[in-house]
């Protein structure tokens, strides 16, 4: 995607990767809106950005969307890029009895979310000269953190429901990219300054010249080898990689 000139609408930003990938759109000449339910931190992110605009919403709440969507279309006509990027990432143990709520918080949140949102603005991206929608998933959507199976399954489904998006859309405007962050050093678990997890600044000057380079996937050459892994492995890789978190776990 063209890095500048685009009116850019940003759920999750807050804080964390979505903050960042709004300041560095707001820097490089872009119109950007941040969606979040912390309206105290809208009002900060828009009073350190001048010219930044917020939305306070919930991305896991239907008619909480549907009112956002509204406002973006009336207020922001020339919106031409989504980001799906809200999320949230509850602890589980799949080998136990799993909390049906914070199932339904977490696919509410990560999948249903970016769908409904998306669904919300689709005819108007189409009736962009240009348009991007952009899926913030995870490279657990390709190798799953055990510790986390539910929203290790919603990003999976997250990236499959992006393939198919990308397919029906592709004699259209409309380009989908997703970005698939390794474990980056934010307050989505507990911001620990581990030495494995990916500064945030490097992940956003990587990420920013792999999606001005159209990338459909874009994934720091850090973790390229868990994207392109799978295939007859599969079963060896989850089971090394989830050994050695186990091993050391993450922070929580
Ligand atoms: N950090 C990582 O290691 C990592 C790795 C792979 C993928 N990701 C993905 O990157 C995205 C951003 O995460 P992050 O690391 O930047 O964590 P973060 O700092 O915790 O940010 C999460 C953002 O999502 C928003 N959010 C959560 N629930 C929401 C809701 N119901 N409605 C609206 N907004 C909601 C939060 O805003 P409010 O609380 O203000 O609503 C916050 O701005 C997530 O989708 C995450 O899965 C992160």
């Known amino acids: 995607m063209k890095l500048s000139g685009n009116t850019i609408f940003i759920t999750g930003g807050t804080s964390g990767i979505g903050r960042?990938?709004?300041?560095?759109?707001?820097?490089?000449?872009?119109?950007?809106?941040?969606?979040?339910?912390?309206?105290?931190?809208?009002?900060?992110?828009?009073?350190?950005?001048?010219?930044?605009?917020?939305?306070?919403?919930?991305?896991?709440?239907?008619?909480?969307?549907?009112?956002?969507?509204?406002?973006?279309?009336?207020?922001?006509?020339?919106?031409?890029?989504?980001?799906?990027?809200?999320?949230?990432?509850?602890?589980?143990?799949?080998?136990?009895?799993?909390?049906d709520a914070v199932s339904r918080r977490i696919l509410d949140t990560n999948l249903l979310g970016p769908i409904?949102?998306?669904?919300?603005?689709?005819?108007?991206?189409?009736?962009?000269?240009?348009?991007?929608?952009?899926?913030?998933?995870?490279?657990?959507?390709?190798?799953p953190l055990a510790a986390t199976a539910v929203y290790s399954a919603s990003k999976a489904a997250l990236h499959s429901y992006a393939l198919s998006q990308r397919f029906l859309l592709r004699e259209?405007?409309?380009?989908?990219?997703?970005i698939a962050p390794p474990w980056v050093d934010t307050d989505l678990?507990?911001?620990?300054?581990?030495?494995?997890?990916?500064?945030?600044?490097?992940?956003?000057?990587?990420?920013?010249?792999?999606?001005?380079g159209d990338d459909e996937e874009v994934i720091v050459?850090?973790?390229r080898p868990m994207r392109d892994n799978p295939g007859a492995n599969e079963h060896a890789l989850v089971n090394d990689f989830n050994a050695a978190l186990a091993a050391n776990p993450i922070p929580v």
């Open 20 to 99: 960042a990938l709004a300041e560095a759109f707001h820097q490089r000449g872009n119109t950007v809106i941040v969606g979040g339910r912390r309206k105290a931190l809208l009002d900060e992110v828009a009073a350190a950005n001048p010219g930044i605009g917020a939305i306070e919403f919930d991305v896991a709440d239907p008619a909480s969307i549907e009112r956002a969507a509204a406002t973006l279309i009336e207020q922001y006509p020339a919106l031409n890029v989504l980001v799906n990027n809200a999320g949230i990432m509850p602890f589980d143990d799949a080998a136990g009895a799993i909390d």
């Open 172 to 178: 259209t405007n409309v380009r989908v990219q997703e």
């Open 116 to 143: 409904r949102l998306t669904s919300a603005l689709i005819e108007h991206l189409k009736a962009q000269p240009e348009a991007t929608i952009i899926h913030n998933t995870s490279v657990l959507a390709y190798v």
């Open 189 to 212: 678990v507990r911001k620990s300054g581990d030495p494995r997890a990916m500064p945030l600044d490097a992940f956003i000057a990587e990420t920013m010249a792999k999606l001005e």
């Open 221 to 223: 050459d850090a973790v």
